[in-house]
């Protein structure tokens, strides 16, 4: 470790200070603080640096802020606090071991973490997945992405001020992570899909909760938009702060909620639908000017339009297998492994060794609940992935942000943080 | 004996004076302990969940947890900060909330053991004044302490509370101006007493509800907590403030809730008086006055929970836009209407 | 997806632009429906700027591969995307660890910033031209670049005021297991 190096940094870091703007504006009415007395006059600008321990910055995002007065200036994103690797450690593992790894970069939104990955491989080794199972697989990304919209609701509230909104997301968020429990054993990072379909079945009992779930949460979503959608407050703070049009987003990557806030229906559920996407009926909402109160109009709409996707997806819930039967991929059921000799070599060689993919490269999108989530494969032939790199949309969503929030309030600059959304786990992976 | 500063109403023997005031300093103590439990009660129940439940029955004894706690913390302070400032700052703070508290009537002239004693700290003559003046004098606790703890965040916080405080005192003061009119007395016990006809906040409705939201801005409460505003500014004027100075805040916050609650119950809800002409003893007086105070706080609490913060330009916007203009045209109608109906 | 033969098309297309050149496309894959086409490094941004005006004007994605023990050794991928006809292409290059210049292109598409960044930290790929290259997940001090395979995997020393050489000169060093020396 080289001395110079960090001692340069350390400097860098302790640099943070007050730094001159030049010159003050003249007074309109002509009068300085020396004409009553007061001594020289000079403006600065505040570096503030905010982060990583701050309430607001939804995990360790350091915002290093410069403002004139409350008025933020510039904004520039200091990541890697909790860069741990993931992308490293899926590595030296085998293709199933991978999943729970995977599903820790994105923490609200484990499902989809693993759904990309999944679907890569799968695309990779030319798994067919059974029907059943993508249905199964929708139901739960729709929950998931229920919930992840639920947390960002609760906590951007929070961040309005606005505190009890957080509890009473948080009420329906326990609805969510207990069928999750229900179905896959776990309440978060539940390892439940694999490659060719799902871990197990849902369980009896899983769709009368499901169905009480999805009877009560468009209610509740109504709550929702009548404590905050017709607030004042919450209208004044959101209307016109911090807008950014369609097309600066896309040269900034930025794909989700906050692209279809602008006007841009881009949704690859639609666009490119994968995992029987096409059967379902829904919606796209989208926003006109893409300013925080698109942004938070739209993902309150969504919850909307996965409801009516799970909906869907639980009375269309085909008979039929959860994995696929290639049992080189998903290992075989249970009661099989005391009668059939081969079934228990596939179920040897796939514990100990994994599945072996063919080599070749692959990059597999799908929509997460804050954009596109994609999964870049490579394989060389082993059992275990040779590059496995997740496109994180909170990674490419941040550049935005600098755009969004220069010049506006430093309290605007939490909201459309807010608004933002990004999950600081998916950013630093 | 030098000039008066200002007339107070009625002196007592100096003993009895003094065992008012360890009576009242005393009931003030004691109120700030339930005024915390009820909040974190009630905010639990506005937000579905319990709030503090185990420590003592029903989680009574959870102020004293918490004093206890911050009393014995370390207590710190950031080597950037000005010392003495730093010390002294959370001290102004519960002083001037102290003293604000003393002008609040519990009730009438009572006879106590052969004693006539006002239910009352002081009956100055100049009441709202003095709340005013004490009230001024609680922003340098706010700003110096923000000031003095040589962080940004406070730093940020202390400018909010300044301009804050200020703008919002300006649009208090003229909502009592019509109160102060109609009832032609500036002693709070005078104005309970013009009450005897009809309670202010019927007459003074504007009056009222300009006074109660320029009291959220002057207390620092929801939705006007932007001196706090832990989203932004993670503590505001008191994030680098722990153990017994950041309790003094708490404290002086609280109590001044209480103040604020006292003030617009002796002003606009009749002080002690009752409706309908029911006159009780002289001792339900300050049950009354409590229990007036305790609605106003529960509504305190309640905004609390619901309402989102407010963006400092906009709060800007609304206290000289909207606020002050109310409060002068206020004043102005009241002022013609009492002239009109003299004559 | 473009489809084999509108790989072969777009590649034909690339050859005879003048700023790219014949030898400017090393190669075309279609594998799994999915279409990739490699360039030679210099030739990456005249290519991107080309599949711009094709309509192929979204980058989702740039990432970084070690293709070790192979030559040359890194791959840069950029994933165009045509949203108009929900078509996806893979642009690669690939550079040898000597020489890790690639052009880079966060001045047409600022999506790039950040994540050029990223393969500059884990690969080493030095970037010409980006306004900002620093290190941007692993510490700014960080050697070496972790997710190339060779790598060592292994625990290495964490600093603290106490053993952190600049502050305390005297302090005996924590023996070093971790990969940079």
Redesign the interface.
């Known amino acids: 470790m080289s001395t110079e190096a960090r001692s340069a940094y350390r400097r860098m870091e302790e640099s943070i200070t007050l730094s001159p703007l030049g010159e003050p504006e003249a007074d309109q009415s002509g009068m300085s603080l020396a004409d009553w007395g007061g001594g020289h006059e000079t403006q600065e600008l505040l570096t503030l640096n905010m982060g990583p321990h701050h309430p607001a910055t939804h995990g360790v995002l350091r915002l290093l802020v410069t403002l004139q007065g409350e008025i933020v200036r510039d904004i520039k994103p200091i990541i890697g606090y909790v860069h741990t690797g993931i992308e490293k450690t899926a590595e030296d593992k085998a293709y199933w071991k991978v999943i729970p790894v995977l599903e820790r970069m994105d923490y609200l939104s484990y499902f989809f973490n693993s759904m990309a990955y999944c679907t890569a491989v799968e695309a990779i080794a030319e798994v067919q997945v059974p029907k059943r199972a993508q249905y199964l697989r929708v139901i739960h990304l729709e929950l998931n992405r229920i919930m992840s919209h639920l947390v960002w609701l609760g906590t951007s509230a929070l961040d309005l001020g606005a505190i009890s909104m957080f509890w009473y997301c948080f009420r329906e968020r326990e609805q969510i992570l207990d069928l999750f429990e229900m179905s896959a054993g776990q309440r978060m990072h539940t390892r439940y899909f694999q490659v060719g379909g799902v871990m197990e079945d849902i369980p009896r009992g899983f769709l009368e909760k499901l169905k009480a779930f999805v009877d009560v949460m468009p209610g509740r979503t109504d709550q929702y938009n009548a404590l905050l959608h017709s607030n004042e407050i919450v209208l004044q703070r959101l209307r016109g702060t911090c807008p950014l049009d369609a097309e600066k987003l896309l040269a900034y990557g930025v794909t989700g909620p906050l692209l279809r806030s602008a006007g841009n229906p881009w949704d690859l559920r639609k666009a490119a639908p994968y995992s029987s996407y096409d059967d379902f009926d829904f919606k796209i909402p989208v926003g006109t000017v893409g300013d925080n109160y698109d942004r938070f109009a739209v993902r309150l709409a969504e919850i909307y339009e996965s409801v009516k996707i799970i909906k869907q997806a639980m009375e269309g819930l085909p008979e039929g297998p959860y994995i696929t039967t290639d049992r080189k991929i998903a290992l075989p059921p249970r009661h099989e492994l005391a009668t059939s000799m081969e079934a228990l070599i596939h179920h040897f060689k796939l514990v100990t060794e994994g599945m072996r993919v063919p080599p070749g490269e692959v990059y597999s999108a799908i929509e997460s609940p804050r954009g596109e989530l994609g999964c870049f494969l490579r394989s060389d032939g082993s059992s275990k992935p040779a590059r496995v790199h997740v496109r994180d949309p909170s990674f490419v969503n941040l550049q935005a942000l600098s755009e969004m929030a220069e010049g506006s309030y430093i309290a605007d600059l939490i909201a459309t943080l807010a608004m933002l959304d990004p999950v600081l786990g998916g950013i630093d992976r | 004996m030098a000039l008066p500063l200002a007339e107070v109403g009625y002196y007592e023997e100096w003993w009895v004076q003094i065992l008012k005031g360890i009576v009242i300093f005393a009931v003030a103590l004691q109120l700030v302990p339930i005024v915390l439990i009820a909040e974190r009660k009630l905010l639990g129940r506005f937000q579905g969940r319990y709030g503090p439940n185990r420590v003592g029955p029903y989680g009574m004894l959870q102020p004293l947890a918490d004093i206890v706690k911050l009393l014995t913390k370390e207590q710190f302070r950031p080597t950037t900060s000005a010392g003495l400032l730093f010390a002294l700052a959370p001290g102004i703070s519960i002083v001037t909330a102290v003293a604000a508290f003393a002008i609040i009537p519990f009730g009438d002239v009572q006879h106590i053991g052969g004693e006539r004693v006002g239910l009352y700290g002081i009956d100055v003559s100049i009441g709202p004044l003095y709340l005013f003046a004490f009230g001024a004098i609680a922003f340098y606790g706010i700003m110096l302490g923000g000031w003095a703890s040589g962080s940004k965040y406070s730093f940020l916080g202390a400018m909010r509370a300044a301009a804050q405080l200020i703008s919002y005192e300006v649009s208090q003061g003229l909502a009592l101006v019509g109160v102060i009119f109609t009832a032609q007395t500036l002693s709070l016990t005078g104005i309970v007493h013009a009450q005897g006809g009809m309670w202010y906040i019927v007459p003074q409705f504007v009056g009222f509800l300009i006074f109660l939201t320029a009291s959220f801005a002057e207390t620092n409460r929801a939705p006007f907590d932007l001196t706090e505003a832990d989203a932004e500014l993670v503590g505001g004027y008191n994030t680098e403030f722990g153990g017994g100075r950041f309790a003094s805040y708490y404290f002086a916050e609280y109590l001044n809730v209480l103040v604020v609650s006292g003030i617009v119950t002796t002003v606009f809800l009749g002080g002690w008086l009752l409706p309908f002409g029911v006159h009780p003893p002289g001792w339900v007086d300050p049950i009354v006055v409590l229990v007036k105070m305790g609605l106003v706080t529960f509504f305190f609490i309640w905004v609390r929970a619901t309402l989102p913060r407010l963006r400092y330009d906009q709060l800007m916007s609304f206290g000289w836009k909207v606020l002050l203009p109310l409060a002068t045209l206020n004043a102005l109608v009241t002022a013609v209407i009492v002239v009109v109906s003299h004559k | 997806m473009p489809d084999a033969t509108e790989l072969e098309l777009i590649a034909q297309e690339l050859r005879a632009a003048p700023e790219i050149g014949a030898d400017g496309v090393v190669q075309t ?1 279609f ?4 279409a ?1 086409v490699e360039i030679a490094p210099k030739a990456i941004r005249a290519t991107l700027s080309r599949l711009r005006e094709r309509g192929y ?5 740039v ?4 293709y070790f023990p192979h030559e040359p050794r890194l791959g840069v ?1 950029y ?1 165009m995307l045509d ?1 108009a006809r ?1 078509d ?1 292409l ?1 642009v690669k290059a690939r550079v040898s660890t000597q020489d890790p210049h690639l052009d880079s292109v966060a001045g047409e ?7 050029e960044r ?1 393969v500059y930290d ?1 690969f080493g790929v030095i970037f010409d031209g980006h306004p900002d290259l620093r ?7 960080y ?1 070496g670049h ?2 190339r ?1 060779d ?1 060592p ?1 292994g625990g290495e ?1 964490v ?1 603290f005021t106490f053993n ?3 502050e305390h000169p005297a302090a005996e060093q924590p023996a ?1 297991t ?1 990969p ?1 020396q």
Not at chain 3, 31 to 34: A, I, Y
């Open positions: 894959t594998f799994r429906e999915r990739t004007a979204f980058l989702s994605s990432h970084g591969v070690d991928h994933e949203m929900v996806r893979t598409w600022p999506t790039a910033d950040h994540q990223e884990m290190r941007i997940l692993m510490p700014e001090d050697e972790p997710q395979r790598f995997i020393p600093f952190d050489p600049a070093s971790g940079s």
